[in-house]
């Protein structure tokens, strides 16, 4: 069973870290997230959740039925507490994390693991206690949302290739656009150009295959996928027009 994406309704964002320079931002998802998911896909009585303490550990685990076997097939995970509210939430929180984690098991949503790293420059301080940092509007992120979302699709995975995020008055925070992911090898007229314009910015093949190892790990430009192929090209044909401008 494959799930699909999650709409950019469904994906939440919140700040994972702050440094002198900025913010690191996550993107997750809600519970009511993975219950609207699986009644869209089985239906509300064809899954059901359950859970259990192991080792002090609250664990959650999503059962769903098999029609193929005739019986109820399981994946767990534990959850973490949240942080002390004054209610005495925490363990609700846990119960949510674990049924969350449970939903990345099956595959719900495991694909905002590959949205990559999403740093956002802005102003931040350090803490009073010298202890890190912290952004001087704590506020500055509350109501960020992705606007969109795009996937690249294989048989096994799903991969966000691009993503747009914006704070509550719509303005953009991060921009990761996405483009056509070319396949294929990397012909021998195409290296054949890669050497030719490369000479003209200055370099000799044997600096080609050293870019190849050091900036993408392949032995030879033949190995290159087209995007990486592309790149080089790129930065090679930039640097012959700025050789040419200082003629």
């Not at 700040?15 to 609207?36: H, P, T």
């Not at 089985?42 to 059962?63: A, S, T």
């Not at 301080?125 to 010298?130: A, S, T, Y």
């Not at 290296?191 to 050091?214: P, R």
Request: with cysteine; proline share 1%.
């Amino acid at each position: 069973m494959k799930f699909r994406g999650l709409r950019t309704d469904e994906i939440d964002v919140r700040v994972g870290s702050i440094s002198a320079k900025g913010a690191s931002l996550l993107l997750y998802k809600d519970a009511r997230c993975d219950m609207n998911i699986l009644d869209e896909v089985f239906g509300v009585m064809g899954w059901q959740r359950e859970h259990k303490v192991v080792n002090g550990n609250l664990y959650c685990g999503i059962g769903i039925w098999n029609k193929d076997i005739q019986q109820w097939v399981w994946k767990w995970d534990c959850g973490i507490e949240s942080r002390a509210d004054g209610d005495g939430n925490e363990k609700k929180g846990e119960a949510s994390d674990a049924f969350k984690r449970a939903g990345f098991n099956i595959g719900i949503g495991r694909e905002l693991y590959t949205a990559g790293f999403i740093f956002v420059a802005c102003e931040t301080q350090k803490k009073q206690n010298g202890k890190g940092y912290e952004l001087v509007n704590p506020y500055q992120f509350n109501g960020a949302y992705v606007s969109h979302v795009e996937y690249k699709e294989t048989e096994h995975k799903r991969e966000i290739v691009g993503l747009i995020i914006k704070d509550s008055k719509g303005k953009e925070l991060f921009s990761k656009r996405g483009q056509v992911i070319e396949t294929g090898e990397v012909t021998e007229e195409e290296i054949l150009k890669l050497f030719k314009i490369a000479e003209q910015a200055g370099y000799t093949k044997d600096t080609v295959f050293k870019q190849c190892e050091s900036k993408y790990k392949k032995e030879t430009p033949d190995k290159l996928t087209k995007a990486e192929y592309k790149q080089l090209m790129t930065g090679y044909t930039k640097l012959v027009k700025m050789n040419e401008k200082t003629k």
